[in-house]
């Protein structure tokens, strides 16, 4: 791309890098998945999504230094490789977006969870195949494998122990890195980013120790479904392609 001109806005959800650009058929989609995106999506006119999973937040503040010429003290203390990759993209907004998910890779844990998780259902009501949930990037498996839950609770809860590692600030996802080893994604309803936290209350923060049970979340289901959203929950695994949930 051509540089930050391209650039119309810079956003992200729980899992994903939201940007408007000028010229969408200038995202060089091999260039982001090799350097860490689970998959890229244009869902129509200057929009297009990326998948980081759990880092996109760093993802999209190391873009936006980046964008701004503060890679410098932006990437301070990264390896030479992290910063010259950084140098050698800094002109483009796609490079940007390469650059910064090269240097988020670094960040993942490099253990992997089991093939077979068998978690407690982290809220009450009716599991479906992730390919029944109305979102293409979930229902195709792009974000990970995993299970969905049409909700009757109000609650989520964790469904193992571990490390809250992320916690969206409008409450509709949270990330969790379990003691296993899974890097594990619940996310309530689709498209919920877009209530700015409405109907949503979080009842843990990133960094907290949890076990079996512990609640994380509360939200309102009727709220999401009068503002014309799915409260289908998706629950995934980011860091194990090849792994399935079981739900106690």
Known sequence: MRGSRDIIEVDNC??????????TSQVDEHALKRAGAAGTIKPGGHSVQVVYGLNVQFVKDAM????????????????????GAVAGFVGGVGGAAIAAGAAAEQRLDSSVPPAVLQLRQPVAGRVLALSEVPDAMFAQGTM?????????????????GGTVAS???????????????????IHVGIDTVDMKGDGFETLVGAGDTVEAGTPLLRFDAEKIRRA???????????NNEDATIEFA
């Open 228 to 238: 014309g959203h799915s409260a289908i929950t998706p629950v995934i695994v980011l």
């Open 144 to 160: 990970g494998p995993g299970l969905a839950i049409d909700p009757t609770g109000d609650t989520i809860v964790a469904p193992a």
């Open 64 to 83: 936006e230094d980046i964008l701004n010429d503060r890679t410098i003290e932006a990437f301070r203390g990264a390896g030479a490789g992290q910063t």
């Open 167 to 185: 916690v969206f600030p409008t409450g509709h996802a949270i990330g969790l890195a379990l003691a296993d080893g899974t890097e594990l994604l």
């Open 14 to 23: 729980a899992t994903r890098l939201r940007m408007e650009i000028a010229d």
